[in-house]
Every structure is written in C-alpha cells, then in structure tokens.
C-alpha cells in the first residue's frame, strides 16, 4: 500500500499510524501564545515558574495542532482527507515543556461509507500524541472526513 | 464586577461572555496551515478552489484557536485560568473563510468546586463561535480549571 494513496476503502479497523516527532521548543511555545493563547504559564517564562505548572508549557491547542500536523506528515491522508466535522472527549493529560518531542499514534475505531455520498465516507481514529518518554500527553476521537476510492 | 478579577466563585449558571470579533484573513489561514495543517484546502487558493469546499478555508484547528483567543481577550480568565482538562463534542460545521470575522459565545452550564483542592475547581462552558452573518461554525463543550477566590 503506498501510503499516499489511500482512500477510505483501504482503512480497517485496528490499522495503527505512528508519527514521527517533532520536538517543541520554547520560542515555538512562546510565538503561538502569543498569537493564540497568551496567558502567563504560555508566554512568560518568569511567571510560569511561580504556577501550578512549575514552568512554561505549550498551549493545547498548540499541543492539539502539532499532534495533528505529525499525523499528516505519514501521508495517509494526503490523497484522502477532505476535512474534519469534529472530534470528541479530548483530554490534556500531561504538559508539553520546552524540548519535548511529540508523535502522534492514530489507531482506526470506524470506517463509515456515507449512505448519500458514494464518493466519501467518516473515518474515526482513536488519537493519542505521545512525548519522548512514551507518555500520553492528549487523547482524544478524531472524525476524519474521507475520500473514497473511485469505482 | 471587574472582568479582570473574576474568580471561579464569581462565575454562575448562565453567565454569558460574547467576545470582540477577529477578522480573519488568507495570509493568518496560510501561514498557520504552512506550520500546522499543511492540506491543500488550507494553503493553496487554486487547489482549494477544485475542492468541495469552492476555496481556501481556515484549519478547524485554527478556528478554535482564534476563537479561545477572542475569548481571552474579555480578560474574565486573567486572573482565574489555570488551564483546561479537556473538551468534549467539539463539531466544526461550516468553513471559515478569508474576510470572515469570528466572535466567540461562551455559556456557563457548569461551576464545580474541587473537593480535593480548595483553591480551585471546574468551569464548564458551552462554546460557540460564530461568523459575522450569526452563523455558528463551531461548537464545543469547554473545560476550564479555574482559581477559586482567596478564603
């Protein structure tokens, strides 16, 4: 199967998709907070060492969006993906630091061909981003909108 | 009450917060897709066009990333937030494009004090953002960890 050719007929339940990594440093942190999300514990390193947090952290949807961005790098949605119509019970479980390297791991849960739509179909991935350490730091189910294979 | 020293203990049932508007343009929808979500829907206005959905359009990621920014800026979190757990039901349903402006509209459905730990507890939005025609693009349930008011 060449990955970037893929299409919803070619996902089975239990296929699993590992990312390579892309390690998180300060000054993305810190550029993306303050365009997105600019409270203290993302944006100053002075103030975030005296939270909860114990020093800077990468927003979560920065967290959301790098995890994302791993996954598309595999290539398996390239030829495939027409967009999302959402995703549920995303759960933060653990701060991105500085120097943290994150991969996503996507484990299919459903494949769903549209009764109305023959060219398409939802693909449901059960989603975790992983740092070096092989802890979880999201979880989340993902709803991928999905091109079929052409009959 | 002053927006900016809001507490979880100042936050009831109901309370609605209705941000300012972004405007969002194609150089803000390109550059983040260039960094986080480089699918062709994202980032080429000609490829775009081809597509099911008729041009460029914003990463869904991007979109709630802009509308948890226009919610900040109200600054009732300044003083409380101390991240977020998670999300539920997030769903995306329609796109955002170049020249949209969002707004975000966060309901209060839940206020729930830890039993553990005094200094802190549980907000629970319901969380909308909208266009500039009122439409709603995305729609989500919203977990905030918030501080509690000195005793």
Chains 1, 2 share one sequence.
């Not at 967009?83 to 019970?89: A, F, K, M, R």
């Not at 939802?122 to 189910?141: A, C, H, P, W, Y």
Request: aromatic fraction near 8%; include cysteine; proline fraction near 5%.
């Amino acid at each position: 199967m060449i990955m970037d050719q893929m299409f919803l007929d070619d996902f089975k339940i239990s296929d699993r998709f590992v990312s390579p990594g892309i390690t998180v440093t300060e000054s993305m942190i810190i550029d993306f907070a303050l365009a997105y999300d600019p409270q203290p514990f993302h944006l100053d390193v002075e103030a975030a060492a005296g939270t909860h947090f114990g020093g800077l952290i990468a927003s979560g949807i920065q967290t959301l969006a790098l995890g994302f961005r791993a996954f598309l790098q595999l290539g398996v949605f390239r030829a495939c993906g027409m967009g999302s119509p959402g995703l549920d019970e995303l759960r933060w479980l653990r701060p991105v630091r500085p120097g943290d390297t994150l991969h996503s791991d996507a484990e299919v849960v459903e494949v769903r061909p549209s009764r109305s739509k023959p060219d398409r179909g939802l693909l449901v991935l059960s989603f975790k981003i992983r740092n070096q350490r092989g802890e979880d730091v999201l979880t989340m189910r993902s709803m991928l909108l999905t091109r079929r294979r052409s009959q």
